[in-house]
């Protein structure tokens, strides 16, 4: 697919869950599954319960995410979470640019909970893709964020 | 702190070299597993390294003065550029042909004026590198995004010599992951401290105030103070704005074009999906190469001072 091709895209980050693909589903506008690095939790977690429900998606690396925001090509963001609040916004690593790029984009977030993920291998920092190193040793430990929950603030 | 002194040398300063009679072509998506050179002899291979993007950036500068010197006549530099224009269409390719034919018009044969603009290149993107480091806050907490060829290293030693402590963040720069392979690599072999991370984990490391600026390249600047560089350097320099942290672009050769005019490339669907196992679903995907960010988002351009009178 090609950038001219997305409009009003829903931007979909974080674990999908059963009620943001009813809501996905409802909305019938093309969502765009992010890749939602380190775990991959796009690839390996969203897309397959996108194709299930039939939804029509298009994939993307998350670093396309600030150039669909700014090109005005996405309508919504759903944001699936551990948790929320009146002032943060928890889930997995990543969440915060998503929300915050939305938000300064003007983009309407929907926050969900997110979908109960499964006890798999999932690639916990930037150290390995797939759970393959992308570097030739190991890489240091401290070298590589690893994190697997952040918080943001909310944007008032 | 480290003492960054130069001893690595990073083959992705100088990522094309020329032969008497072909180039040698390094091949950044072989690092940093394996240090691996193309030989080209002709243009249809030269063309095809940059739309595979075996080089980019620096390399595909080099590839281009290459090419106009070894096949001074077959082959017009307008032609070599119009060809690598369609491999890499955000790149400015008629500027370099341009250059060359102001230097033939004052008689200089090609490969001297070559030699001679890229001995005074490498000391312009010291002395970039030295302004940079002038204008960085002590400790320096730098957030960077894909590969500017070696540059950082010769931030890291700029910085050494002012006695500022210097931490790179590096952001992995998906799918190619030319912050990992390149950047990261590159900072780890010289002793320069660095972590690497997601781009997606940028925000939080800006909110938690892990990081004091953000360092980008740029593959296309203009007057007006824009610039296109690989993809998610615009989400980088929003975010930054947000959370109040300074953005340096390095910019080369500003023209005086309105940026949003010039396509951006899409590479195709399946490169989203590469260093993936086959296990992993394929799926129909948008993969923007490049993106904008506009003078609005930057905190100062960081200009490459090289002169393009050889003569």
């Given amino acids: ?156 | 702190m480290s003492n960054p002194s130069g001893k690595f040398q990073s083959p992705l300063l100088f990522p094309v070299r020329l032969n008497r009679d072909s180039l040698t072509v390094l091949d950044e998506t072989a690092l940093p597993f394996e240090e691996k050179y193309h030989e080209v002899r002709d243009l249809a291979a030269a063309e095809k390294l940059v739309r595979e993007m075996k080089t980019r950036s620096l390399g595909q500068v080099l590839l281009f003065f290459g090419c106009a010197v070894l096949w001074e006549n077959r082959v017009s530099p307008e032609e070599i550029a119009r060809r690598m224009h369609r491999a890499r269409p955000t790149f400015d390719f008629e500027y370099l042909a341009r250059l060359l034919r102001a230097w033939q018009r004052r008689g200089v044969p090609y490969r001297t004026a070559t030699e001679r603009f890229l001995a005074g290149f490498d000391a312009a993107r010291k002395a970039r590198a030295d302004e940079l480091a002038s204008l960085l806050p002590s400790p320096a907490n730098v957030l960077t995004i894909c590969n500017v060829n070696g540059e950082l290293l010769y931030l890291a030693q700029a910085l050494s010599t002012r006695s500022v402590p210097v931490h790179v963040y590096v952001a992995e720069t998906r799918p190619y992951l030319q912050g990992s392979r390149l950047t990261f690599w590159e900072l780890q072999r010289a002793g320069v401290p660095s972590t690497l991370l997601c781009q997606s984990q940028a925000a939080e490391i800006m909110q938690q105030d892990t990081v004091n600026a953000v360092v980008t390249g740029a593959d296309r600047a203009t007057v007006r103070g824009d610039i296109m560089n690989k993809i998610g350097t615009y989400a980088l320099a929003r975010c930054a704005r947000y959370f109040n942290i300074p953005v340096y672009a390095l910019t080369q050769y500003p023209r005086d074009v309105d940026i949003d005019r010039i396509p951006l490339e899409e590479r195709p669907p399946e490169e989203a999906f590469l260093f993936l196992p086959d296990s992993y679903p394929r799926v129909d995907a948008v993969y923007p190469a490049f993106d904008v960010t506009k003078k609005e988002y930057l905190t100062r351009s960081v200009e490459l001072k090289v002169s393009s009178e050889i003569s």
């Fill in chain 1, 1 to 156: 697919m090609k950038l001219a091709d997305i409009d009003q895209g829903i931007l979909v980050w974080g674990p999908v869950s059963e009620e943001g693909l009813d809501r996905l589903q409802a909305e019938g506008r093309l969502a765009v599954a992010a890749e939602c690095r380190p775990f991959l939790v796009g690839l390996r977690y969203n897309v397959p319960r996108l194709q299930a429900r039939g939804i029509r998606f298009v994939y993307c690396p998350d670093e396309a995410v600030g150039l669909l925001c700014g090109q005005g090509r996405l309508g919504k963001t759903f944001l699936f979470l551990r948790r929320f609040d009146r002032d943060t916004l928890t889930g997995l690593s990543g969440v915060g640019l998503a929300y915050v790029l939305s938000r300064l984009h003007g983009i309407t977030i929907e926050e969900f909970l997110q979908g109960p993920l499964p006890a798999e291998n999932w690639d916990p920092d930037a150290a390995t893709l797939a759970n393959k190193p992308v570097l030739p040793s190991i890489v240091p430990p401290g070298k590589v964020r690893s994190r697997e929950t952040e918080m943001v603030r909310r944007i008032r």
